[in-house]
């Protein structure tokens, strides 16, 4: 992206309108900060009842950088290459076949599983709280190297969650008896994956500068919109809700 004139990008709406801006302003290194007037929020800053009495810290700099992970990605099939990039997951899915897909994992250059499933989710530490995690998979710390592969909906039960180090490029193929499937950044599809298909993932040079409020604790945030609750738990500065 060609450089910008500004200090910060401000993304009015949930976690998904952050995305749109972590992709609009990919590599531009401009940090974003997010105000929830959506519905969970777990990368966004400032609830929106609250943009008055904090948007004039913000505009004196009182915030803190969290530098986030993201995924490249290349889909090879049979005719082309087509590249993309993620801040939350990459993933292979079904989508409108009606059967199961049969996917072939590796990591690095060592051979993890084959699943049957609805699909195959790699995931940033972001993005372990979004579908990662509706489809079971482990809460990571933002300031974890990791990646995390998660099968959605496996036809084995003993098919779960495998935490990686960040430094491996995990592969996923569509097998030859397999149906087709699609290929999905942060909820947008990018492309058809067919039988033979081979989708590569690592992490990208291009991460992500999330500002936030200097108070906000990521832990107090996970209590709070997950709906923790229990004797000793810390209570958020603002309720977020």
């Not at 087509?82 to 076949?97: E, F, H, P, Y």
């Amino acid at each position: 992206m060609k450089s910008l004139e500004a200090d910060l990008v401000i993304a009015c709406g949930g976690d998904g309108t952050l995305l749109q801006a972590a992709h609009r302003f990919r590599g531009s290194g401009i940090p974003i900060l997010g105000i929830n007037i959506g519905y969970l929020g777990f990368i966004t800053s400032i609830p929106g009842n609250r943009v008055r009495q904090e948007m004039r810290r913000i505009l004196n700099g009182e915030f803190t950088i969290s530098r986030r992970t993201a995924l490249a990605l290349e889909i090879e099939g049979k005719k082309k290459l087509v590249k993309g990039w993620a801040l939350n997951d990459a993933l292979v899915v079904r989508g409108d076949n009606p059967h199961l897909i049969n996917i072939s994992a590796r990591v690095g250059d060592r051979r993890l599983t084959k699943y049957r499933c609805d699909g195959l989710i790699v995931a940033t530490p972001t993005g372990s709280t979004a579908y990662s995690l509706a489809a079971g998979g482990p809460i990571i710390s933002p300031e974890c190297n990791v990646l995390t592969i998660t099968p959605i909906c496996p036809q084995s039960l003993t098919n779960r969650s495998v935490v990686v180090n960040s430094t491996e490029m995990v592969e996923m193929s569509l097998d030859p008896t397999s149906g087709p499937g699609i290929v999905q950044v942060d909820g947008m599809t990018i492309a058809r994956a067919t039988p033979g298909s081979s989708i590569r993932v690592q992490t990208s040079p291009d991460s992500v500068p999330i500002a936030f409020l200097p108070e906000i604790n990521y832990y107090d945030v996970l209590s709070e919109k997950l709906q923790w609750r229990g004797e000793g738990l810390s209570k958020p500065k603002y309720g977020y809700s």
